[in-house]
Every structure is written in structure tokens, then in C-alpha cells.
């Protein structure tokens, strides 16, 4: 018997002073930008450490950090599809991914089906969105960024 494995993984990124946010593998224009040193994709890099994590294999930041030039300014969608390899050819099979927003901004709801497709061909499994406000506290409260939480469900190849 193989037993799946769980991993979690929690992103957060400070607004900076550009527009054209990359959340949860979209662009929303004329939302601020998050910064980092990729794309600030809070959604897509919780996701990748929650798979990293299920599977053994470090985190965002040993994989795809600041130690790595190649992986400045990259989508999150890229580094996404970059960990779902990684995490296949350690030999496991994706069962999904379930990824909360913490954010004021912007609203989701209209385009929730929309992220959910770009994240899941980008691992190639079901991805699930959802998203909540912090009903005023915390820096994701007072407008000052964006957090989000992830959860991968993996399972060993037999």
C-alpha cells in the first residue's frame, strides 16, 4: 500500500510600488504589484512549497531563491510547473492542490474558475481557490500585502 503524503505552504509578499499584480497565476491590472524576487505570485509559490514539502524536496526558497538568478523576475506559473516536475521525477503523482488567499484586494470571486485552470495545467492535477480577508488585522488587513496558504495532497508512485 502507498500512503499519500500532505505537504502546506505559506507565502507572503509586501506590495511594492508598481501595478499589475500577479496573483494566483492571472494578471490583474491596476491592482499593485507584490514584490519579491520573481513575480510575488503568493498563490503559485504557497502552492509550490506545499508540494516541495509533501514530497521532501526543501521549499521555494532553497529551490528557486535569491541564490538563483535564473529564477529572477520568472512567472509563478513557471516556477509552479517547474515544481510539479520536480516533484514527479522524485516519483510521486499529484493529487491536487488546495490554495487560500489572504488578501483585502483584489476580489477573486469573478475569476476564481479562471485561476484555477491556469494553476492546475501549470501542475497538471486539480487545483482549488478560495480566498478571505483578515477583517482588518495584520499586514494583509491594513493593505500592505498578500498571503496565502497552501495544501498538496501527493502520492508515492508504486
Known sequence: MTTPRTGIGVDVHAYGDTFSLALAGLTWDHERALSGHSDGDVAAHAACDALLSAAGLGDVGSNFGVDRPDWEGAAGTAILRETARLVTSAG???GNVAIQIIANRPRLGARRAEAE???AEAIGAPVSVSATTSDGLGLTGRGEGVAAVATA?????A
Open 117 to 119: 485552470k491556469v494553476l
Open 153 to 157: 495532497l501527493i502520492t508515492p508512485v
Open 92 to 94: 510521486f503523482v499529484i
